[in-house]
């Protein structure tokens, strides 16, 4: 979808738009969201902000998908200047700059941490991401290596927690911070498993009630443990798939996706995809780790499986670790 295609739905007589949930858990689902609720998410992220009438606002991922709609929302919302580029791994590329006027600065963008961390790699885009007043995060967990690198940027960078249903994100936190703080408007509970419900009346009609497993800080701000339908439970014991990732990473373990097969011993055994040849007794000997940690198997496989939008696929890794 083009900017010009997104402003004639838009400016339609309809007062729904329709959208495309991710599918990073399984099939992606076609949804209509009323344009009203996606003024009311917009205003309440220009207000977090501090984004006002005349900022410059970059808009560089796909229309297709939520993230990208929201961007023309609040630039429409906030009257903000929207510059536009063509969705790829190098945003802030030379040419990207030049073809939207080298702008000196930029106020507002959104990424992905593919986008961000391919950035980081080129000094001249690195030193344009600079120029960023408020970068949002979004559309996939954010490594430890990237987060680290991000953290002594002296800019705004936020990592962002949502959904399509909840047209983008519901939540912010600095990338220096552990825990997310809700925007104004939200309110937050946890289910008898510890699940977030979201009760956001501006943006859905209905209570949200997710899979994402959370521990509270004080009254509203919350961390994300991880997701329940990622809970591997092997020879009665719960691993977090997330909780294994992460740490794989912290000990420089990096291209693994933690997924599992069904096991008869242990109903379900953990599988590491990789595509990079892993020293599976350097895993075993590292410190931090539980022994149900260690993997049934571990398959190298050619790309890890993603979703259109750039989310792991964790449905098809399941499909290929029982393959």
């Not at 599918?23 to 009311?40: H, L, V």
């Not at 536009?84 to 990207?96: I, K, M, R």
């Not at 995060?137 to 949502?162: K, M, Q």
């Not at 599988?271 to 022994?291: E, M, Q």
């Amino acid at each position: 979808m083009t900017p010009d295609e997104f402003l004639s739905l838009w400016d339609d007589a309809s007062p729904t738009m329709e959208v495309h949930t991710s599918g990073s858990t399984g099939t992606p689902k076609r949804i209509y969201i009323e344009k009203e609720r996606m003024r009311a998410s917009a205003r309440m992220t220009c207000d977090f902000l501090g984004l006002k009438h005349g900022d410059t606002a970059l808009l560089c991922m796909s229309l297709d998908f939520i993230a990208g709609k929201m961007m023309m929302v609040r630039a429409i919302e906030r009257g903000m200047q929207l510059l536009h580029v063509e969705p790829s791994g190098h945003p802030l590329s030379t040419q990207n700059m030049e073809s939207i006027g080298n702008p000196s600065g930029i106020d507002f963008a959104a990424m992905v941490p593919l986008q961000v961390w391919n950035t980081l790699q080129v000094p001249e885009e690195r030193e344009r991401l600079l120029g960023i007043r408020h970068l949002i995060i979004g559309g996939g967990a954010i490594s430890r290596p990237l987060e680290d690198a991000l953290r002594s940027l002296p800019i705004n960078v936020w990592s962002s927690y949502g959904m399509t249903e909840t047209l983008s994100h519901i939540a912010l936190r600095r990338i220096s911070e552990d825990h997310y703080t809700p925007l104004p408007g939200i309110s937050l509970e946890q289910d008898e498993e510890g699940c977030l419900i979201i009760d956001a009346p501006a943006l859905c009609p209905q209570r949200l009630y997710t899979n994402d497993i959370v521990r509270f800080h004080g009254k509203d701000a919350f961390r994300v443990l991880g997701r329940r339908d990622n809970t591997v439970c092997s020879g009665g014991i719960k691993i977090q798939i997330e909780e294994v990732e992460a740490w794989l990473q912290s000990i420089g373990v990096d291209n693994v996706m933690v997924t599992y097969r069904e096991d008869d011993a242990l109903g379900q055994a953990l599988v590491y995809l990789t595509t990079d040849d892993i020293d599976a007794d350097a895993i075993r000997n590292a410190g931090g780790a539980k022994r149900y940690w260690m993997p049934r198997r571990i398959i190298k496989v050619g790309t890890l499986p993603q979703t259109p939008n750039g989310k792991p696929d964790r449905a098809k890794a399941h499909r290929m670790a029982g393959d």
